[in-house]
């Protein structure tokens, strides 16, 4: 490699590195994008004067290219906001596919005895890329809802899944000691996929982010190792800084939801209790409902509202309807704010994106360490399609699956209104007892047109 | 163990502490942004690809080749694309209401 194209991939690293800095702050964040982008330009620059193209192969990257343009421009611009999360998932997944096969390229031009050090990275790429990849897919299709978002179990997973891995491990050994047989990757690769389905299905929807959060992180690691094999110094050092950022977003996440990481993987959260609870739960208690006039007036005569906004307000688009509704009500002197759970929405940031989007003034979002005192000096907090982020069973109920995750006292407000398309419990799959209490009143219907009536509601009051 | 390999593996741990250093700075908000965008950089498997659909021979090289030229580029573009789509809205302030994110943050 010559000294240009290794100093262009250093000056691809430092942008990388500063990208990443620059996103620490929301003032600098699109120009860290930029940077980091601007670094994969120079680092794919440099690379083409090295390649030696064959005519077909030249032909096949004009035609890859095209492609992923194509998919990823018009994948990114068409997503939803309230979709982010999916895409990521999907990018990530890719990506982690695009190691894997460019490891297994790289293991099919090695002669009979190559290396220890050339397969092993090899062999890493091919293992995690595709669990990568296959555990980023049924991510997405749990979060497109393509398939249920509830964990899938059945008795003897863990080991099965033990065995599966344990099996990629045999098969990693024979690969590396008889590295002349093509099947071998194949079956590799094959096992790896599915170990990557089965490790994700028993986790559930809500905790989606970390896995994804975890895979992207996984992926960086194949990339890395892709590196060790081709010997390629942006490789090792952009996925390594993807591998270790990664890991602690992943564990910064989990701290957010008050849990540990090998409860998230393998705790199969809110599985069959969601039945027995909800069941439990609906038996013999009621719960206060009142009309839009009722609520309208309430909210219109407060001094202090504080909006706990979830994905139900996500879902139903109703970011721009909950504006609105802040508008009306600053207009007559009353004090707004938003509180902002961590995980709001189905990652931590996803909400303050969606409130962005409307136009939210940032002063009025608050994080859930500096909000959380307010609630008891709050007339009302207006629950929009959040459950398992305001259930008091966290700090009160020992056995409950939520227990010690930090959630936001809605239920110190002196009322509460709480908005939700119907009973159903959370994402945890748990009853809420926020929803029973009395000075509680349930609003149901969409949150977009639930919004929209208040607002009507109040002008009138 | 030569000296190549010596130096590709100061650079790997060099680089762990890196990755860590600098994400330890950044606020909850933008953890979906972060997250998104060193996703992208990860598209960086695209040099890799590229290097081996370019010496494509075979018909296995070929498809191996073409599809992990597709799959990285779509990473890398969609990557960078979806996280400006979600930056770009950080900054998106209305006439009026002075934007004014790092104060809200402190």
Same mark, same amino acid.
């Given at each position: 490699?010559?000294?240009?194209?290794?100093?262009?991939?250093?000056?691809?690293?430092?942008?990388?590195?500063?990208?990443?800095?620059?996103?620490?702050?929301?003032?600098?964040?699109?120009?860290?994008?930029?940077?980091?982008?601007?670094?994969?330009?120079?680092?794919?620059?440099?690379?083409?004067?090295?390649?030696?193209?064959?005519?077909?192969?030249?032909?096949?990257?004009?035609?890859?290219?095209?492609?992923?343009?194509?998919?990823?421009?018009?994948?990114?611009?068409?997503?939803?906001?309230?979709?982010?999360?999916?895409?990521?998932?999907?990018?990530?997944?890719?990506?982690?596919?695009?190691?894997?096969?460019?490891?297994?390229?790289?293991?099919?031009?090695?002669?009979?005895?190559?290396?220890?050090?050339?397969?092993?990275?090899?062999?890493?790429?091919?293992?995690?890329?595709?669990?990568?990849?296959?555990?980023?897919?049924?991510?997405?299709?749990?979060?497109?809802?393509?398939?249920?978002?509830?964990?899938?179990?059945?008795?003897?997973?863990?080991?099965?899944?033990?065995?599966?891995?344990?099996?990629?491990?045999?098969?990693?050994?024979?690969?590396?000691?008889?590295?002349?047989?093509?099947?071998?990757?194949?079956?590799?690769?094959?096992?790896?996929?599915?170990?990557?389905?089965?490790?994700?299905?028993?986790?559930?929807?809500?905790?989606?982010?970390?896995?994804?959060?975890?895979?992207?992180?996984?992926?960086?690691?194949?990339?890395?190792?892709?590196?060790?094999?081709?010997?390629?110094?942006?490789?090792?050092?952009?996925?390594?800084?993807?591998?270790?950022?990664?890991?602690?977003?992943?564990?910064?996440?989990?701290?957010?939801?008050? =849990?540990? #990481? !090998?409860? &998230? +993987?393998?705790?199969?959260?809110?599985? %069959?209790?969601? *039945?027995?609870?909800?069941? @439990? $739960?609906?038996?013999?208690?009621?719960?206060?409902?009142?009309?839009?006039?009722?609520?309208?007036?309430?909210?219109?005569?407060?001094?202090?509202?504080?909006?706990?906004?979830?994905?139900?307000?996500?879902?139903?688009?109703?970011?721009?309807?909950? =504006?609105? #509704? !802040?508008? &009306? +009500?600053?207009?007559?002197?009353?004090? %707004?704010?938003? *509180?902002?759970?961590?995980? @709001? $929405?189905?990652?931590?940031?996803?909400?303050?994106?969606?409130?962005?989007?409307?136009?939210?003034?940032?002063?009025?979002?608050?994080?859930?360490?500096?909000?959380?005192?307010?609630?008891?000096?709050?007339?009302?907090?207006?629950?929009?399609?959040?459950?398992?982020?305001?259930?008091?069973?966290?700090?009160?109920?020992?056995?409950?699956?939520?227990?010690?995750?930090?959630?936001?006292?809605?239920?110190?407000?002196?009322?509460?209104?709480?908005?939700?398309?119907?009973?159903?419990?959370?994402?945890?799959?748990?009853?809420?007892?926020?929803?029973?209490?009395?000075?509680?009143?349930?609003?149901?219907?969409?949150?977009?047109?639930?919004?929209?009536?208040?607002?009507?509601?109040?002008?009138?009051? | 163990?030569?000296?190549?390999?010596?130096?590709?593996?100061?650079?790997?741990?060099?680089?762990?502490?890196?990755?860590?250093?600098?994400?330890?700075?950044?606020?909850?908000?933008?953890?979906?942004?972060?997250?998104?965008?060193?996703?992208?950089?990860?598209?960086?498997?695209?040099?890799?690809?590229?290097?081996?659909?370019?010496?494509?021979?075979?018909?296995?090289?070929?498809?191996?080749?073409?599809?992990?030229?597709?799959?990285?580029?779509?990473?890398?573009?969609?990557?960078?694309?979806?996280?400006?789509?979600?930056?770009?809205?950080?900054?998106?302030?209305?006439?009026?209401?002075?934007?004014?994110?790092?104060?809200?943050?402190?």
């Amino acid at each position: 490699m010559n000294i240009i194209i290794s100093l262009a991939y250093l000056v691809a690293a430092v942008l990388f590195i500063l990208g990443l800095s620059q996103l620490s702050s929301p003032k600098s964040a699109r120009n860290g994008n930029f940077t980091a982008a601007a670094g994969m330009v120079i680092a794919l620059g440099a690379t083409v004067p090295l390649l030696h193209f064959t005519t077909v192969g030249a032909v096949i990257v004009a035609i890859g290219i095209v492609i992923g343009v194509a998919i990823g421009t018009v994948g990114a611009r068409i997503v939803h906001m309230t979709a982010i999360p999916q895409m990521v998932a999907l990018f990530n997944g890719v990506g982690g596919g695009a190691a894997a096969l460019v490891a297994v390229a790289e293991l099919l031009h090695f002669g009979v005895h190559p290396p220890l050090s050339e397969v092993l990275p090899s062999v890493l790429s091919i293992v995690i890329g595709s669990i990568s990849f296959a555990g980023s897919m049924v991510a997405f299709a749990k979060l497109q809802e393509l398939m249920t978002g509830t964990p899938i179990t059945y008795p003897g997973q863990q080991v099965v899944n033990g065995l599966l891995a344990a099996a990629i491990i045999g098969f990693a050994i024979a690969v590396l000691a008889i590295a002349s047989i093509p099947f071998s990757f194949i079956a590799l690769m094959v096992l790896a996929l599915i170990l990557g389905v089965a490790f994700v299905l028993p986790i559930g929807g809500a905790d989606m982010p970390v896995v994804i959060s975890l895979l992207n992180a996984c992926t960086g690691l194949a990339v890395a190792a892709s590196g060790f094999t081709l010997n390629n110094f942006a490789l090792i050092v952009a996925g390594t800084l993807v591998g270790a950022s990664g890991s602690l977003l992943t564990k910064l996440m989990s701290d957010a939801m008050g =849990r540990s #990481l !090998a409860n &998230v +993987l393998f705790g199969a959260f809110g599985q %069959v209790r969601t *039945a027995a609870t909800a069941a @439990a $739960g609906a038996a013999g208690r009621s719960v206060r409902s009142a009309s839009a006039e009722d609520l309208g007036t309430l909210l219109a005569y407060s001094q202090r509202v504080i909006i706990v906004p979830g994905y139900g307000l996500a879902v139903a688009q109703a970011q721009h309807a909950a =504006r609105e #509704l !802040a508008d &009306v +009500l600053e207009k007559r002197g009353v004090e %707004v704010e938003y *509180a902002i759970h961590p995980v @709001a $929405g189905r990652m931590p940031g996803h909400m303050n994106v969606l409130l962005a989007e409307a136009n939210v003034p940032y002063e009025q979002l608050k994080e859930m360490d500096q909000v959380n005192d307010d609630f008891k000096n709050a007339d009302v907090a207006l629950i929009v399609g959040a459950n398992d982020v305001v259930n008091p069973a966290a700090r009160s109920t020992p056995g409950s699956p939520i227990y010690g995750m930090p959630i936001l006292n809605a239920d110190q407000a002196k009322n509460v209104i709480f908005m939700k398309r119907s009973m159903r419990p959370g994402f945890a799959g748990i009853d809420n007892e926020l929803m029973y209490d009395p000075k509680t009143v349930m609003f149901f219907g969409d949150a977009k047109d639930s919004l929209t009536k208040l607002v009507s509601a109040v002008k009138a009051a | 163990m030569n000296n190549e390999l010596l130096n590709e593996l100061t650079f790997f741990v060099l680089a762990i502490f890196v990755g860590f250093e600098v994400i330890s700075k950044v606020p909850t908000i933008l953890h979906t942004p972060l997250m998104s965008g060193t996703n992208a950089i990860h598209g960086i498997i695209l040099v890799g690809a590229l290097v081996i659909a370019a010496g494509a021979r075979s018909p296995v090289e070929v498809l191996l080749g073409l599809v992990a030229v597709a799959l990285a580029t779509t990473n890398v573009v969609g990557g960078f694309v979806v996280t400006d789509r979600m930056l770009e809205m950080f900054k998106g302030r209305q006439p009026g209401k002075p934007a004014n994110p790092v104060e809200a943050k402190k």
